[in-house]
């Protein structure tokens, strides 16, 4: 993380924008029967290594005179449901990550931070969590990729420690 940040640095000299969209969906699983390897690579890679990538890059970041970071989230991350695990785990860690950093940056005012969930959307992962559902029937990740947008733009000024849906901005 610190030889991105130092890449980033050297080449640009700033950060005006950290997207954290990736995400592993481990097990389908009941909490009891869930393996311990799978837990823990579940939550490295989608909640340990965004704070670790934000830490790093957040010198960076307060250095540009408007930055956003987004976490890309998901529905069980705000309601707990059976069998999604450590998926479910990361992604409620992930809404307490954005909340605790847009209230520490709260003061900086220049950098604001936001979770998104996308929704449904025509992916892998998706069709891995949900091996029974027509991925013709929902939207391309570039289709929300307007709301991604705004939350990274200027026009999300003012707009801090907010849990949003991409159908919210879709409508």
Not at 115 to 130: D, E, F
Not at 137 to 162: C, F, H, K, W
Request: contains cysteine.
């Amino acid at each position: 993380c610190a030889a991105l940040a130092q890449t980033v640095e050297r080449e640009f000299g700033r950060l005006d924008g950290l997207l954290h969209c990736a995400a592993d969906l481990g097990a389908l699983a009941p909490l009891e029967l869930y393996e311990a390897p799978t837990w823990l690579r579940v939550l490295q890679v989608n909640l340990t290594a965004a704070w670790l990538v934000t830490r790093a890059c957040l010198p960076l970041l307060k250095q540009s005179p408007d930055a956003s970071i987004v976490f890309t989230t998901a529905d069980v991350g705000r309601e707990g449901r059976a069998y999604r695990g450590a998926y479910g785990v990361s992604c409620f860690g992930l809404e307490g990550l954005m909340q605790i950093l847009a209230a520490e940056l709260s003061s900086e005012e220049k950098i604001r931070a936001n979770s998104l969930n996308p929704g449904a959307v025509r992916t892998g992962m998706r069709a891995r969590a949900y091996p029974g559902e027509n991925p013709r029937t929902l939207p391309a990740p570039e289709d929300i990729m307007p709301a991604y947008l705004y939350l990274l733009g200027p026009d999300s000024r003012g707009v801090n420690g907010q849990a949003l849906n991409a159908d919210d901005f879709l409508k």
